[in-house]
């Protein structure tokens, strides 16, 4: 070892060698920490942007799951509707009532309470895409139950990246700006490239979920760094 730094990787490197040790990466920060359980662990203990990893972590992996699923998209607009339903219903006097849906907060709730029980059902993989709409369509809102899931993002040029080299740092790696002619166009024209716009090509949406949701969403390679 030459290097504060190589030593730290060769630790590194001896550690991921222990069969009884692991190490895991904070879904939200991206940072390296050590579980304090066997159990899978998805967040760190670190308090970023002034909030626990974990907390915001959890939050913001709701939204990612919602973003890319349809069927929870469809979910969140039949409960706005309900809302809305249920809004109008009681602010109409009795007697303005006749032609608006019947919607209580009786009924209201009881269609939250269902739907809350089928998407915990649907998350777990207990219930398709189709059969979830089935059951949160107690009104007969949906004039198709067809929403598939989307896929997650699976192997990128990042993923590749970050886990054959442990010292991976983004702001070395990639050059400040690159010019490219596409000689194969019918206009070939030079186009410019920067850091970030590399960058986020590499990770084709493989981002942590602070740099999504977070104070860094519009950041580039700040969290690039394992």
Same mark, same amino acid.
């Given at each position: 070892?030459?290097?504060?730094?190589?030593? #730290?990787?060769?630790?590194? %490197?001896?550690?991921?060698?222990? +069969?009884?040790?692991? @190490?895991?990466?904070?879904?939200?920060?991206?940072?390296?920490?050590?579980?304090?359980?066997?159990?899978? &662990?998805?967040?760190?203990?670190?308090?970023? +942007?002034?909030?626990?990893?974990?907390?915001?972590?959890?939050?913001?992996?709701?939204?990612?799951?919602?973003?890319?699923?349809?069927? /929870?998209? @469809?979910?969140?607009? /039949?409960? +706005?509707?309900?809302?809305?339903?249920?809004?109008?219903?009681?602010?109409? %006097?009795?007697?303005?009532?006749?032609?608006?849906?019947?919607?209580?907060?009786?009924?209201?709730?009881?269609?939250?309470?269902?739907?809350?029980?089928?998407?915990?059902?649907?998350?777990?993989?207990?219930? &398709? %895409?189709?059969?979830?709409?089935?059951? @949160?369509?107690?009104?007969?809102?949906?004039?198709?139950?067809?929403?598939?899931?989307?896929?997650?993002?699976?192997?990128?040029?990042? #993923?590749?990246?970050?886990?054959?080299?442990?010292?991976? +740092?983004?702001?070395?790696?990639?050059?400040?700006? @690159?010019?490219?002619?596409?000689?194969?166009?019918?206009?070939?024209?030079?186009?410019?490239?920067? %850091?970030?716009?590399?960058?986020?090509?590499?990770?084709?949406?493989?981002? *942590? /979920?602070?740099?999504?949701?977070?104070?860094?969403? *519009?950041?580039?390679?700040?969290?690039?760094?394992?």
């Amino acid at each position: 070892m030459h290097s504060l730094f190589g030593l #730290r990787l060769l630790e590194l %490197a001896l550690y991921f060698q222990q +069969d009884k040790q692991r @190490i895991a990466r904070c879904e939200y920060c991206w940072g390296w920490f050590i579980p304090k359980t066997k159990k899978a &662990t998805r967040y760190c203990d670190r308090v970023t +942007d002034g909030f626990p990893c974990k907390k915001r972590g959890a939050r913001f992996k709701r939204n990612l799951v919602e973003d890319q699923d349809g069927a /929870l998209k @469809i979910c969140n607009q /039949l409960r +706005d509707r309900m809302y809305a339903r249920l809004l109008r219903w009681q602010d109409a %006097a009795p007697s303005e009532r006749d032609g608006l849906i019947s919607m209580d907060y009786g009924l209201y709730e009881a269609w939250s309470e269902n739907a809350r029980l089928a998407r915990m059902e649907y998350l777990k993989g207990k219930l &398709t %895409a189709e059969e979830f709409l089935q059951r @949160i369509d107690t009104t007969h809102e949906l004039e198709s139950y067809e929403a598939g899931k989307a896929e997650l993002v699976g192997e990128t040029a990042w #993923r590749h990246m970050l886990a054959g080299n442990l010292g991976f +740092d983004s702001e070395t790696h990639y050059p400040e700006m @690159i010019q490219v002619l596409d000689l194969g166009a019918e206009e070939p024209e030079w186009e410019i490239y920067t %850091a970030d716009e590399l960058q986020r090509e590499d990770q084709a949406g493989h981002q *942590s /979920l602070r740099e999504q949701y977070g104070s860094g969403r *519009s950041g580039g390679s700040t969290f690039g760094r394992p």
